[in-house]
């Protein structure tokens, strides 16, 4: 179970890189502070965001192979690293290879040599007059990120940028990750994604491979790049729509695409990133903020705790510059000077995060709806002997539902009473939930 850090909103980092000039901010170990929390919470992973040398908001990458220097430097994340380490805590990279930044060197000696540079053949260029009209001072029109000019797009189907991924990957996990997130995997061939797994996997057989895709064949995306997980984007909007709109009918249907994914793969589950508005502010009722959690805790899939969720941080990402500055805030020294309104929800995650761990099962476990109207929810989770029966319920009565096999309550807010032939009933309150150990179906 991951905790997600964006780290230069979470250190406070200045907005461009060259705004420290050239000097080296060790603020690496700002996030070390953070781990204890990471434990406490439940969790057993670090997943951070980006870290190397970038222009400004570190997805414009100018160099693979350096700590940005708003961040630290060789020395502290290798401490990082050992920190983590030594806690038992997994620490995931963010990795950004569809694109780089306009001044990364492989694209400066684009500008500077023309069609000659050795790294020509790393992008997908078009020059104004031909490639052997090239004079000094004329740039080539090239591929971007969805339009983002200052992103200039790689030519997957280079070698050369086969090489270089492969190189960076390989290159951190020795020094101690043990994992790497894909920048909008989507936007990168498979079979790119395919050679780069093998090719790593043949050097550090146990690295966890998850891709950024939003929308379309997951499972298919995952076989083909042979990645083991991709972001189940389809999940977490299922989650805040069906809240919002009292419509469980449309998490059900979400569910029964979850259960076939499982077939394949585990999906990566999360609530909230640093792309998206924070759920307490994506929500309409705060009441039903624990109704996410519980979700994210007792369903398949590997779950993310996006770092602030767990206080009940707000924040809307809005369609402009500087638009996820909301989502991406400074965190204090200490977990202590985190406002102690925070505090039942933190406790709410440990109490599920715990139900969690001692059930691992759910990992990988088969999720089936077992009733469902339009303001509840009764879904069970079963692989081999073990098995939980999940209730929820966002209608403003108190309900009873059923609850087949179910025995005994872990926790929440229902309580159980037989229905006889070996059946329960579980009564909720008033936007109440419950999770239920249950007898194999």
């Known amino acids: 179970m991951w905790w997600h850090v964006y780290p230069l909103g979470f250190v406070g980092a200045e907005r461009r890189a060259d705004a420290v000039g050239g000097a080296t901010r060790h603020r690496l170990a700002h996030i070390e502070g953070w781990l204890d929390h990471l434990l406490r919470l439940g969790a057993s992973g670090l997943a951070l965001g980006p870290i190397f040398r970038s222009e400004t908001h570190g997805y414009d990458t100018v160099d693979h192979f350096t700590i940005d220097p708003r961040l630290g430097d060789d020395a502290d994340v290798d401490r990082l690293f050992a920190t983590a380490r030594a806690r038992g805590i997994r620490v995931m990279l963010d990795g950004v290879f569809h694109h780089v930044g306009r001044s990364h060197p492989a694209f400066t000696a684009v500008l500077e040599h023309g069609p000659s540079a050795p790294t020509a053949s790393w992008f997908r260029l078009r020059w104004p007059q031909g490639a052997g009209e090239w004079r000094p001072g004329v740039e080539p029109d090239y591929d971007d990120f969805e339009g983002h000019r200052h992103l200039v797009a790689l030519d997957h189907s280079e070698p050369a940028v086969v090489d270089h991924v492969v190189d960076v990957m390989c290159h951190w996990l020795e020094r101690g990750a043990s994992g790497w997130r894909l920048d909008a995997a989507y936007a990168v061939p498979t079979e790119f994604w395919a050679q780069v797994a093998d090719r790593v996997r043949a050097r550090h057989v146990d690295v966890y491979l998850m891709g950024e895709v939003i ?155 077992e009733s469902v109207t339009n303001d509840t929810l009764v879904y069970s989770c079963t ?46 309150p008033p936007h109440g939930w419950s999770v239920l150990s249950a007898r194999p179906a």
Do not use: C
């Open 215 to 369: 929308h379309g064949d997951y499972a298919g995306f995952v076989q083909e790049g042979r990645l083991d997980a991709v972001t189940q984007y389809e999940l977490w909007k299922a989650v805040w729509s069906s809240l919002n709109d009292a419509n469980m009918h449309e998490l059900a249907h979400a569910l029964g695409r979850h259960r076939e994914m499982l077939e394949t793969f585990v999906p990566y589950t999360f609530v909230g990133n640093h792309d998206v508005t924070r759920i307490a502010s994506r929500l309409d009722d705060p009441r039903h903020l624990v109704h996410s959690v519980v979700l994210l805790a007792t369903l398949p899939g590997t779950p993310s705790v996006y770092a602030g969720d767990e206080h009940g941080f707000v924040g809307i990402k809005e369609d402009r510059a500087g638009g996820d500055d909301a989502v991406r805030p400074v965190f204090p020294d200490r977990p202590a000077d985190l406002a102690a309104a925070g505090l039942p929800l933190f406790h709410r995650h440990q109490e599920l995060l715990s139900v969690r761990r001692r059930h691992a099962w759910l990992h990988a476990a088969d999720v089936r709806v």
């Open 383 to 428: 692989r081999e002997a073990e098995r939980i029966v999940v209730a929820l319920s966002v209608s403003p009565d108190g309900v009873e539902l059923r609850a087949p096999g179910a025995h005994a309550v872990i926790a929440g807010t229902g309580h159980l009473r037989p229905a006889g032939a070996g059946g329960a009933l579980v009564a909720l």
